[in-house]
Each structure stands twice: as structure tokens, then as C-alpha cells.
């Protein structure tokens, strides 16, 4: 149908970027409305976010949440199921590595706990999300209601477990206690540190270096696996993969449990690199603009690092913006957020017609001054 | 027996409270969704009523007119979520979920720019409020034993905004099955082609649902912020609107029952607080948290199909594609 008559460059290059600039048009007009200046906001965010050391250093442990959520929802995305689950399956994953670190951390250093706290995180996550897949596969229910459920039953466990079970002995906040230092991410700075070069601290950890792996491998699941190609063929059409034998339902029950494990590893980068120790909220939205970052990132690793470097610059110049500029807060970074993905998402594809007619307008003038010029040649 | 009794009617009392906004939200997620859009946005449309209530009623001091403003905004919301998922066939989950990122962000932002208090507009008192109502007699039956009480203490002395919302349900029964909007707005939930077939725009009767929608989410805000509370406080719909979805889950997407489900889920919200910090005998000490996951689980089980069926309209989450 109308798919085919615009060029690719157009379709996943122009589209997504007009869109973009559209949500930051209205947010602009936001600003404005609020009675700044958007080009002065504008500076202030961009200097917080790349200005500096440290700032440079918050921007990327913030993405480096947002590439673990964003490819979480690529991959459940890539099998046609929506997860909304993300918060949950991160916080639950946070608690499996508190719990993990919480146990072996007097024992081992960092290097051979990762593998353990990789291991018991994802494999929390992936239950959290196993049960909405299992229903979703197995008995119909959908998986965008059970996610958003799930969310917040998560978020009740973790309180009763934090302000009852969990909690220091002697501490008034309901957190645990906190992990060995040997048992805690190497921050970045001291890795820069160690090969000599001096940069700020911030709590930009190792788990960059895990995210950006769990790119490659997303990738590679899903462009060059049998199992990546079943669940995109599951998201392009359910019914041909059935027909070609493909076991849809556990290709279901198994994209969303890898959907869980990567959403899980928020809390390699929360519990074991930043905070040390297993908070409330520690999450933080994390899940939910996982879905923006996808979304712009048109469900594709590379597209998804870069979306993930855009909203963990939004988050830390928010705070910087906040800081600079009383009447605004980081709740602007929110209405952002939420026109990214309105424009993004909800209307990607607004402009599609009118392109497809001021495209199709520009080929046909072009094609008939060329049968102009050749008839003119040929007479 | 007399305090057993004193003590289930504030249970009851604080139920039919809690349970208003969830019952305003459900009968918009009802419209909504027997016409085939899905309705995630209950949360944000709830939300921005109430700061647009209670903004216009801090600045004008008449609750009406904060009731009046947040109608608008709400509605405002909910032509947005039709312009997404009607005009251009978006996504209609990813639609309702950026009006919720939406209206939390920017009631907060606005909230800041305009009262500069953290996000919360100013308290409101006398006209600025919806005050409870004192129902005929209720001072003079109050001595009557049982009755007495039942009377005056749960049935009177709720504010107007309480009354609508009980009055909303029958409402809401008598268009969606009585009216010949309600048997279209049906079909059209149900197979979009044979009401396009018999010659009635699908998309101008989806866009009068949701519209039905965000008027009656609308209210919901403004009881949150005028007659539950005295001000907007930063999301402060705190998952309501995502309860309310629950509860047309469990009610099977039928008024009458969304009705119960949003009292039984009201019921829980009471007892929870009720029963903080108390010791019952056999089970010891109930976590609040408990509580308050219940209806969350009890709407996952349902949908398994553990405790019957919920069947949901046919047509729900799928863009009308005319061409084909």
C-alpha cells in the first residue's frame, strides 16, 4: 500500500525528525508560556548536559538506564507486544542484585560478583515479566493491562519489603544496607584513573560498558539469530508465523523474558554502580521513558543509544535548568518526555500523507522535464 | 454492637469518598472504550482536571467555574487522544500514555510558573469548594438508632460532586443501552464496518465518546482537588485513573458492574487505612501494601480467566482503516 511510495531516507530519516523537532517546538512554546526565554533554557541544558566533566558524566549514567529500558521495549516491540512493564521489571531486578550483593559481597570483589548479580537481576526481572507473558500467550489476557498492573503491584512489594524485611536494622528510611565498597561498580573516573587520566567524579560506572554490550547482543539476537527472526516475523504478522511453524506462544513468553532480564540491568547500574544499596523508587521513571527512547530510536540498538544519549541529557540539564532558573523544574523534562512520545508514537506518522504528496509532487515535475528535455532532444 | 456499627458506617462513609473519582473514571473509560479506543489516559485527563479546577477556582473563587475549566481541559485532552488514534491511527496505548507523562509534567511546570508554591496551587476555602450537603432531615433522624446513623452520617452529608458520580452510572446505562447514540457508540466497539456500511461516520461517533470521556474525567479532577482536597498537590491522582481501568476490567465493561467493582475496590482502599497497624486475630497485622495491590491482582486474575471472563469489545485498540 502506501508504504511504498516514499524513499527510505525519507520514511525512517526525514519522518522521525520532523517529529522530534515538532516536540521540541510545542516545548519551546511551553517555556515560552511560562514566561522564559526557550534559547536561554536551551544553553543552560545544553552546558549541564555536555559542558563539563561531571556533567558529561550524569548524561551518560542516566542513558545508560535509558539504553536498558529502550532495548527492552524494542525487543518485546519486535514481537508485537507492547511492554509498559519496564518500571517493574527493573525494580524487581534491582531487588535480585540488592539481594545478590546483599549475600556474597563480604566474599567476592566486584569482577566475580558481576556475573551473579547479572545473573540473579535478570533472572528476577524475566519472572516479573514471564507471568504477564505467560498469561498473555497462554490465556489471552493483554499484556499492556497486566504490564501496567504488574507495575504496580511491583512497586507494593517493594515498599512492604523494604519497610519490613529489608530494611537496615536501626535505619528510619526503608532501605538496606549498604554494599561492601569491594563489592561496588568501579566508578568511571576511577577506571579513567587508573589508565592516568584525571576526569570528575559522578556515578558514571561499568555499566556503560555493560549497556553498550547488551546492544551488540540485541542486535545480533535479532538481525542474525533464528529466534530474532521468529520474533520479528511474530511482530510483522502473527498468522504467516503460525503458518510457517513457528511456535508463537513461547516466542512470546521467551522475547518477553529477555525484555525483563535487559529492563533488570537498571539495577546493575542503580543497586551495585550508583547507590549501593537497595532504595525506594530508586527506578525512577526509568521504565516509562524507556519507551520514548525506543520510540525515537525507531526500535534500533543505534537508534536507541542515540535517543538515550538525547533523554539522559534531557535529565541532567533539566537538573541544571532547575538549578539555574527557579520557575522552571525537572518536571519540564517530563512534558518533554511526554511530547516525544505523542509526536514519536502516538502521531509518527501525522505527516506522512502530506509529504507523500509534496513528494510525489517534486518526482512528477522532475519526470516530466525530463520527458520534456528528451523530446526535445529527440525532435 | 453500637460502635460495630459506627465503625462499618465511616468504613462505608469513606468508601462511597474514595471510591467517587474511581467511579467518574470508569463510566469515561466505558465510553471510551465500548467505542473502541482504548483509554490508558484516564490518569492524565483526571489529573489535569484537577490542577485546571483548582487553578480557576484559586483565581475566581467559585468551584463551578473551576468545575467548568476543568471539563474544558479534560476534554481538550481527550480530543487530543481522538486526533492521535482517530483522525491519524496512532497507537492508541502509546497515545493515552504520553497524556499521562503529559499532564504530570506539566500540571507541576504550570503549577510553579503560576503559584509558585513547589507546584500546588493555593489552599481553596468557602465558594472555591464543593461543600457537603446536609440531605433534608438528616439533623433530625441522626438520634434514631441504626437508622439514624445510616442516614446522617453515610447517605447525607457527602458534597454534590458524590451524588453526580452515583447518578453518573444509571446515566451512563441508560445512553450506552437505551439511546440510539449508545446502541452506535456499541457498534462501533464491536465492528466499525457495518456502522460505516450503514452510512454513520465511525470517526465522528469515536470522537463523541471520547468526548464523553474527558467530561466525566473532568469531574473526577475536580472532586479530587475541590471537594476530596483544598488544593492541587503534585499527582495527586496517584494512580486512580489506572484503578478505575481496573475496575471496568472487572466490571467486564459494563456500567452496573464497573460500579461494584469500583465500590469493592473503594472498600479496600477504606479498610486499609482503617486496619493500619491493627493486630486481627488468626492472621495478625494485614500489610497496608496488601491492600493495596489487591485490586491490581485481583483485575490480573480475572483477565487470566481464573474468576470468569472478561471480554472485551471487539474492535478495542484497532485504528479504523476505511480504504480497506
Request: with cysteine; glycine share 10%; aromatic share 10%.
Amino acid at each position: 500500500m502506501s508504504n511504498r511510495t516514499l524513499p527510505g531516507w525519507i520514511d525512517i530519516g526525514l519522518i522521525p525528525l520532523i517529529n522530534i523537532c515538532l516536540a521540541f517546538l510545542v516545548s519551546a512554546g511551553i517555556i515560552m508560556l511560562i514566561g522564559e526565554n526557550p534559547v536561554e533554557a536551551v544553553q543552560v541544558m545544553l552546558f549541564g548536559a555536555f559542558g563539563y566533566d561531571e556533567g558529561i558524566g550524569y548524561t551518560l549514567y542516566y542513558a545508560t538506564n535509558f539504553i536498558f529500558t529502550g532495548l527492552a521495549v524494542a525487543v518485546a516491540f519486535h514481537a508485537g507486544l507492547f511492554n509498559i512493564g519496564g518500571e517493574g521489571q527493573a525494580y524487581l531486578g534491582g531487588l535480585g542484585v540488592g539481594l545478590m550483593c546483599l549475600m556474597l559481597d563480604g566474599w567476592l570483589p566486584w569482577w566475580a560478583l558481576l556475573p551473579f548479580a547479572i545473573a540473579a537481576g535478570g533472572l528476577f526481572g524475566a519472572a516479573w515479566a514471564y507471568i504477564p507473558a505467560y498469561l498473555q500467550a497462554y490465556r489471552g489476557s493483554h499484556i499492556v493491562i497486566t504490564t501496567i498492573m504488574f507495575n504496580f503491584i511491583a512497586s507494593a512489594l517493594m515498599v512492604y519489603l523494604l519497610v519490613n524485611v529489608l530494611i537496615e536494622p536501626g535505619s528510619m528510611s526503608p532501605q538496606t544496607r549498604s554494599i561492601a565498597e569491594s563489592a561496588t561498580l568501579p566508578y568511571m573516573y576511577q577506571v579513567f584513573a587508573a589508565f592516568g587520566v584525571e576526569i570528575e567524579q559522578s556515578p558514571l560506572n561499568v555499566s556503560l560498558i555493560l549497556a553498550l554490550l547488551a546492544c551488540v547482543l540485541v542486535w545480533l539476537l535479532i538481525w542474525h539469530t533464528r529466534w530474532g527472526y521468529a520474533i520479528r516475523m511474530i511482530g510483522f504478522n502473527e498468522k504467516a508465523a503460525v503458518y510457517s511453524g513457528i511456535n508463537t506462544r513461547r516466542t512470546i513468553v521467551i522475547s518477553m523474558c529477555i525484555s525483563g532480564a535487559l529492563a533488570a540491568m537498571v539495577g546493575i547500574n542503580e543497586v551495585m554502580g550508583a547507590q549501593q544499596r537497595v532504595l525506594l523508587e530508586f527506578v525512577a521513571g526509568a521504565g516509562f521513558t524507556g519507551i520514548a527512547v525506543s520510540l525515537m530510536g525507531r526500535n534500533h540498538p543505534l537508534g536507541i543509544i542515540a535517543a538515550s544519549v538525547l533523554f539522559g541529557a534531557l535529565y541532567q540539564g533539566g537538573a541544571e535548568l532547575s538549578f539555574e532558573i527557579s520557575t522552571i523544574t525537572r518536571d519540564l523534562v517530563v512534558v518533554i518526555q511526554g511530547l516525544v512520545i505523542l509526536f514519536c508514537g502516538a502521531l509518527a506518522y501525522m505527516l506522512k500523507p502530506t509529504l507523500e504528496k509534496l513528494f510525489l509532487r517534486y518526482t512528477l515535475s522532475k519526470a516530466s522535464r525530463k520527458d520534456k528535455l528528451t523530446e526535445e532532444a529527440s525532435s | 454492637m453500637n460502635e460495630t456499627l459506627l465503625m462499618l458506617v465511616s468504613i462505608l462513609d469513606s468508601t462511597i469518598r474514595v471510591s467517587t473519582p474511581l467511579i467518574f473514571c470508569a463510566m469515561a473509560g466505558v465510553f471510551s472504550e465500548r467505542s473502541g479506543i482504548v483509554d490508558i489516559g484516564l490518569e492524565g485527563k483526571m489529573l489535569a482536571g484537577a490542577f485546571a479546577a483548582a487553578a480557576t477556582a484559586a483565581v475566581t473563587g467559585s468551584a463551578w467555574l473551576g468545575l467548568g475549566c476543568a471539563i474544558i481541559v479534560s476534554v481538550g485532552m481527550a480530543l487530543l487522544h481522538g486526533f492521535a488514534c482517530i483522525t491519524h491511527r496512532g497507537n492508541q496505548v502509546v497515545s493515552g500514555l504520553a497524556i499521562n507523562i503529559l499532564a504530570s509534567g506539566l500540571t507541576v511546570t504550570l503549577g510553579i510558573a503560576w503559584f509558585a508554591q513547589g507546584g500546588q496551587t493555593p489552599q481553596l476555602s468557602g465558594d472555591a469548594r464543593f461543600a457537603a450537603l446536609e440531605l433534608p432531615g438528616a439533623a433530625a433522624v441522626a438520634d434514631i438508632p441504626v437508622i439514624g446513623a445510616i442516614y446522617s452520617e453515610l447517605i447525607s452529608g457527602h458534597n454534590l460532586l458524590v451524588y453526580m458520580a452515583l447518578l453518573s452510572v444509571p446515566v451512563t446505562w441508560w445512553v450506552l443501552f437505551r439511546s440510539r447514540f449508545g446502541l452506535r457508540l456499541r457498534a462501533v466497539g464491536e465492528n466499525p464496518q457495518a456502522v460505516d456500511t450503514a452510512g454513520i461516520s465511525v470517526a465522528w461517533l469515536r470522537y463523541r465518546a471520547v468526548m464523553c470521556a474527558g467530561l466525566l474525567c473532568g469531574i473526577a479532577g475536580t472532586y479530587l482537588s475541590t471537594a476530596q482536597n483544598a488544593a492541587f498537590l503534585k499527582d495527586m491522582s496517584a494512580g486512580k485513573g489506572y484503578i478505575a481501568l481496573a475496575a471496568l476490567i472487572f466490571g467486564k465493561w459494563h456500567p452496573k458492574a464497573a460500579l461494584l467493582a469500583c465500590l469493592l475496590f473503594g472498600f479496600l482502599e477504606a479498610l486499609s487505612v482503617r486496619l493500619q497497624g491493627v493486630q486481627l486475630p488468626v492472621i495478625g497485622e494485614v500489610p497496608v501494601q496488601l491492600m493495596q495491590a489487591l485490586p491490581y491482582v485481583l483485575t490480573v486474575i480475572l483477565l487470566a480467566g481464573f474468576i470468569g471472563k472478561a471480554i472485551a469489545p471487539k474492535a478495542i485498540g484497532i485504528p479504523y482503516n476505511k480504504e480497506r
